[in-house]
């Protein structure tokens, strides 16, 4: 072997057309971008799994799927390779199965930079093996400029329920213990900064993280956990709203007891918006039996994902489907589901 | 000191609301003959939902929610003007979040950006001068509204682009004013308020004195006040003994944050850049006096009316209001918002019908977010 | 109406153009300090100001932010007194 392997095959710096065309160009796109990183067992178009809990009597298959467009790609905490493996990862996690195998699909705007494309693909590679999952099959698409914003993401995850594990949200009973596992709005926050339209510059990260590891925690300190969500889009007030319709509960939480960053605090401050609101992706509520609800917070506190988890409420009956908060002062509001998009506001 | 937790702080107002239960016991106001008190400002009417002080304080208090959210007294006419421009092709049209839901007689800013306008949210109008410098072949406009507070910004805005010779941005300008409305308000024969909790960042602009009419002309308390839970509930307690003693006075409850004669910078750059409209069309109340600026001659170039040939002085007029729509009854206390048949069932935070369910501000909008159907159902 | 909030200027930014940094609870904003700037600008560094729209409107008074407060306490001072007042009273009564 005397011949030196060429570094890259790839020509130029950016993704053209030609990238999606179906030649060689692609082909050189698709091994040295994609498949030279996430090694699927086999190149076929299909990927051919096994897995011993699969045959295990009792257990369910899980299937989720899951677009992320994230504006910017790359933002302070991760980038949309990483959100893309923990929001599918978190979904089916919440959901009580341990996820096994991802797809990926790209669609990729004429132009942009390979560099960005190797950076995402190497990030969702490290957020695999943390995540104890294999990324099993893909595909590409490219666009012309202007049809998407620099790249778009899919991921469709599979999973196993072992037998006898349920995680939906209509088991919550009245009394529950309401947990959530650390800090909210970060990833709301570090986006709005960002981006920059608003010139404001903070340290704040995204919270971005795969969350099946801790589940599987809890569950072994709270074998009778009643249920999770992750509070991603519409942030912790949308999963508690689904939560308590879907269950038929009042959920009262607690102002004091909700753990937010000073500086989540101030940009929502200076934007006139409410953090129960902002996103997360690493962030999820977990509803326990109040008997559990110590050895749940104890075994997430012990766990990397879940360092600052406390209870923020807990579930009631006087009015089903609603979701109050006693605010600092005693008093007490409605949280009600967010209408369209959070704006900032000056008034 | 950081200005902020100290005045959240629930044990101090546990005090705060004994005494206000002791003052009200005092006046001899109950439930059915309540203390009729007005917070102009929107933002206090949002603190009040937020921190839930509505629900703390006794029910011999009854809190009116006063005309002071610039966008709930929005005329359609001038949203559906912004749309106009915002169309124009050579426009980048810039805008505070808060305007870009309010519905228009044909579409809202956010609908208009769907179909195709460029349409940016900023923070601040110094962001949209920047924006202005970086695109000198586009004409930026930005949207002027608000009261006394929010009109400095544009008002040095416009003067930092007239040293910096800026031809390409304008301000489309729907700044308003505080006191003609509530002399309106006072002047309303139906009108059943007892004292009023003045808007605190208003003042920090125009000082305190503005409000002496409403003391000295109708005899009624006002108490500027700040924002901040303890801010407001010491200004309800400081209202409620001026009722109890039988005095009539403009009081300072913000005074960190509130000099008495205002900010000397602020005021010169609004006489600077702006004049008093003849009038200036509210939703709900209609056309008031003087309530309105626009910008003066000596800076036209930077007047979105004149360059683009829209606006209150060009050809106005007025779009009707929905049908049965209660907000102008719900802005001078006549009823509450629940009492409107449209509440809740055609006019709701996603689909408003008016002005009032627009803004998180707006009366309607705060009850029924942070209150709901419950808030209804006590509403006998 | 008017969401202001209180930011400590941190760092003067551009001073021709009256610019300054503003720091909110870690988040920072260049802010326009043409309405506070009543001195030599750098003596505004380490001061508080409300900030509405990215300006820096108004300087925060310590002293009268301390006077608001200082009242607050006051009433708390003065409902023990009448609590202890009522209390002894009760106390008298109940020896009758």
């Known amino acids: ?347 | 000191m950081r200005y902020v937790e100290e005045f959240r702080d629930p044990v101090a107002a546990k005090v705060v609301l004994a005494e206000i239960a002791h003052v009200v016991d005092q006046i001899g106001a109950t439930a059915e003959k309540p203390v009729h008190i007005m917070e102009i400002c929107g933002g206090h009417t949002h603190a009040i939902f937020r921190y839930g002080l509505d629900r703390l304080t006794p029910p011999g208090i009854e809190f009116i929610h006063g005309p002071g959210c610039p966008v709930c007294v929005l005329p359609m006419s001038r949203i559906d003007e912004c749309v106009t421009l915002a169309e124009d092709p050579r426009v980048i049209f810039t805008t505070f979040g808060d305007a870009m839901r309010v519905p228009g007689s044909k579409k809202s800013l956010l609908q208009a950006k769907a179909d195709g306008a460029d349409i940016r949210m900023v923070y601040s109008p110094l962001d949209a001068l920047e924006i202005a410098r970086r695109n000198p072949d586009r004409e930026v406009v930005f949207f002027g509204l608000g009261f006394e507070t929010t009109t400095p910004s544009t008002a040095l805005s416009i003067q930092q682009a007239a040293r910096e010779g800026l031809t390409n941005f304008s301000v489309f300008c729907n700044h308003i004013t505080v006191p003609p409305p509530i002399k309106v308000l006072l002047d309303d024969p139906h009108m059943i308020l007892d004292g009023f909790v003045g808007p605190g960042h208003v003042s920090m602009v125009i000082g305190i004195h503005p409000y002496d009419f409403i003391a000295e002309a109708y005899d009624k308390p006002i108490v500027v006040a700040g924002f901040e839970p303890l801010d407001l509930l010491q200004s309800v307690l400081m209202v409620l003994k001026q009722i109890r003693d039988g005095r009539a006075e403009v009081e300072n409850q913000y005074a960190r944050v509130v000099p008495e004669h205002g900010n000397r910078v602020s005021l010169a750059a609004i006489e600077d850049v702006y004049e008093a409209r003849p009038k200036f069309e509210w939703r709900g109340l209609g056309e008031i006096d003087a309530s309105g600026l626009r910008i003066r001659d000596a800076y036209k170039a930077f007047d979105a009316e004149e360059k683009f040939g829209v606006g209150y002085g060009a050809g106005h007029r007025s779009v009707q209001e929905p049908d049965g729509c209660a907000c102008g009854a719900v802005m001078t206390g006549r009823i509450k918002p629940p009492e409107c048949p449209h509440y809740g069932v055609g006019c709701t935070p996603e689909m408003p019908l008016g002005a009032l369910m627009v803004s998180s501000e707006g009366a309607c909008a705060a009850y029924y977010q942070y209150g709901g159907a419950r808030a209804a159902e006590t509403v006998e | 109406m008017c969401l202001g909030i209180p930011g400590q200027i941190v760092e003067i930014t551009d001073a021709d153009r009256l610019m300054a940094m503003a720091e909110v609870s870690g988040v920072r904003r260049e802010v326009n300090v043409a309405c506070v700037a009543t001195g030599p600008l750098d003596d505004l560094v380490g001061a508080w100001t409300l900030i509405h729209v990215g300006f820096a409107m108004s300087l925060i008074d310590e002293e009268e932010a301390a006077k608001t407060l200082e009242a607050l306490r006051g009433l708390g001072e003065a409902q023990e007194t009448l609590e202890a007042m009522a209390d002894s009273a009760s106390a008298l009564e109940g020896t009758q």
């Open chain 1, 1 to 347: 072997m005397t011949m030196l392997k060429p570094v890259t095959r790839l020509r130029g710096d950016r993704v053209t057309l030609a990238h999606g065309g179906g030649g060689k160009a692609m082909r050189d796109l698709i091994e040295e971008v994609f498949t030279d990183v996430f090694q699927p067992a086999n190149r076929e178009d299909q990927a051919r799994l096994t897995n011993a809990a699969l045959a295990e009597p009792g257990a369910q298959l899980a299937f989720t799927t899951d677009s992320f467009v994230v504006d910017p790609v790359e933002f302070p905490g991760g980038d949309i390779g990483k959100i893309a493996v923990c929001g599918t990862v978190n979904d089916l996690a919440v959901g009580g199965a341990r996820p096994l195998w991802l797809s990926a699909a790209f669609i990729i705007e004429e132009g942009c930079e390979i560099a960005l494309l190797r950076r995402i693909v190497a990030s969702m590679q490290a957020e695999a093996d943390k995540a104890g999952v294999t990324i099993v099959t893909g595909d590409t698409k490219v666009v012309g400029k202007g049809s998407a914003d620099k790249v778009f993401v899919t991921t469709s995850g599979v999973g196993v329920i072992p037998p006898g594990r349920d995680l939906r949200a209509e088991r919550i009973r009245p009394g529950d213990v309401a947990i959530v596992n650390g800090v909210l709005g970060d990833h709301g926050a570090a986006i709005l900064a960002a981006r920059g339209d608003m010139a404001l510059s903070t340290d704040i990260q995204s919270d971005c993280q795969s969350l099946n590891g801790l589940i599987e925690a809890v569950l072994g300190a709270a074998p009778d956990a009643r249920a999770a969500r992750d509070a991603t889009r519409g942030g912790l007030a949308s999963a508690l709203n689904e939560m308590a319709e879907a269950a038929g509960v009042s959920i009262e939480i607690d102002e004091a007891s909700l753990p937010l960053r000073a500086e989540v605090k101030g940009m929502c401050e200076i934007l006139g918006l409410d953090p129960l609101y902002l996103a997360n992706e690493g962030t999820l509520v977990l509803f326990v039996p109040a008997a559990q609800a110590d050895a749940a917070i104890g075994a997430m506190r012990a766990h990397e994902a879940g360092r600052d988890t406390v209870a923020i409420g807990t579930a009631g009956q006087h009015e089903p489907g609603r979701v109050t908060m006693r605010t600092l002062f005693g008093g007490a509001r409605l949280v009600d589901m967010l209408v369209g998009e959070q704006l900032p506001r000056i008034c």
